[in-house]
C-alpha cells in the first residue's frame, strides 16, 4: 500500500428502490485506518450501503467523500458474499486477475504467499469447480488481500467457513489489513466483537446508522475474552429486539 488510508464520509446519504427508501439521511464518518463492522436483519440494506461506498449503486440522495479529497475510484478493494471466480483460470490466475486485466505486473510470489497463508498452497492450478464452498472463499479472500488497497469492503467474508477456519481467515484479515479503512459486513455478533474496532448497527425502516461500544483490546480480540464474550450478548440482544438505537 502507498497510499495513507482516508476517512470514509457519508453526508446525508439515501438511496431508494422503486421510491421505497432503504435508508435516508446517513450521517457518519467511518474512521481512516480502522476495522468498522456493520451489523444488521437481512434486508435491511447492509450490502446496499456497502455498494453505495463502493461507488457500485449510486445513492439518490446525499454523497459519500474521503476526507482526503480524493476519488475513492481506483482505492478500494471490494470483497462481495459472490466469489466470483473466473470458472476457467486456476487459483492462482483468479488472485491476480485484477492486476492481469489493468495490464499490471504479476507479483506470482506475492500471490502464492498469500494462497499459502488461507491455507490452499497446495491449489495453485486447481479450477474453482475443484474447491469446495469455503475454499473458493479463501481464494476470494487471497485476491482481496492482493490488490492491496488502502479501503477494503468486505460484505461477509467468512460465511461459508467452518468455525476454526473462520477463526483463522479472521486473525489473518485483522493482521493483513492492520491500518487500513475496512468496513466488513457480518450477521455473527462473535465476528464482530473480535475484529471491531467501530461496531455498528444497520436497523429500521429506513434504516439508520447506530454505533455501539467496542470491547477493549487490540484485535483480533480472543474469543473466550470475557468483554467479547459480554459484547456479544449484548449486540444479540440488541439484534433479536430490532433495536438500532
Known amino acids: 500500500m502507498t497510499q495513507a488510508p482516508p476517512a470514509i464520509r457519508l453526508e446525508g446519504l439515501g438511496l431508494s428502490y422503486a421510491g421505497s427508501p432503504v435508508f435516508e ?14 451489523l444488521g436483519p437481512s434486508g435491511v440494506g447492509k450490502t446496499s450501503l456497502l455498494r453505495s461506498i463502493a461507488l457500485l449503486d449510486r445513492p439518490t440522495a446525499g454523497r459519500v467523500v474521503a476526507d482526503d479529497a480524493m476519488s475513492l475510484a481506483g482505492r478500494v478493494a471490494w ?9 476457467w483460470a486456476r487459483v492462482i490466475d483468479n488472485v491476480t486477475m485484477g492486476a492481469r486485466l489493468r495490464g499490471a505486473p504479476i507479483a506470482r510470489d506475492r500471490a502464492e504467499a ?8 497446495d491449489r495453485l492450478e486447481a479450477l474453482p469447480s475443484e474447491l469446495s464452498g469455503g475454499m473458493r ?42 491500518d487500513r479503512t475496512v468496513v466488513l459486513i457480518t450477521h455473527d455478533p462473535l465476528e464482530a466483537c473480535r475484529l471491531g474496532q467501530v461496531i455498528l448497527l444497520l436497523a429500521g425502516s429506513p ?3 447506530s454505533p455501539v461500544p467496542t470491547p477493549d483490546g487490540a484485535t483480533p480480540r480472543p474469543a473466550d475474552d470475557p468483554g467479547v464474550l459480554r ?11 430490532g433495536i438500532a438505537a
Not at 114 to 121: D, H, N, S
Open 25 to 38: 439521511g446517513l450521517d457518519f464518518t467511518f474512521p481512516a485506518g480502522t476495522f468498522s463492522v456493520l
Open 79 to 87: 470483497m462481495g458474499q459472490q466469489d466470483l471466480l473466473l470458472p
Open 114 to 121: 498469500l494462497l499459502r497463508r488461507v491455507g490452499l498452497g
Open 137 to 178: 472463499q479463501r481464494v476470494a479472500l487471497a485476491r482481496t488481500l492482493y490488490e492491496d488497497r488502502p479501503v477494503v469492503l468486505m460484505d461477509e467474508p467468512f460465511s461459508a467457513l467452518d468455525s476454526v477456519t473462520r477463526a483463522r481467515m479472521q486473525d489473518l484479515a485483522a493482521d493483513m489489513l492492520r
Open 207 to 209: 434504516a439508520r446508522l
Open 231 to 241: 459484547g456479544q450478548g449484548h449486540l444479540m440482544r440488541r439484534l433479536l429486539d
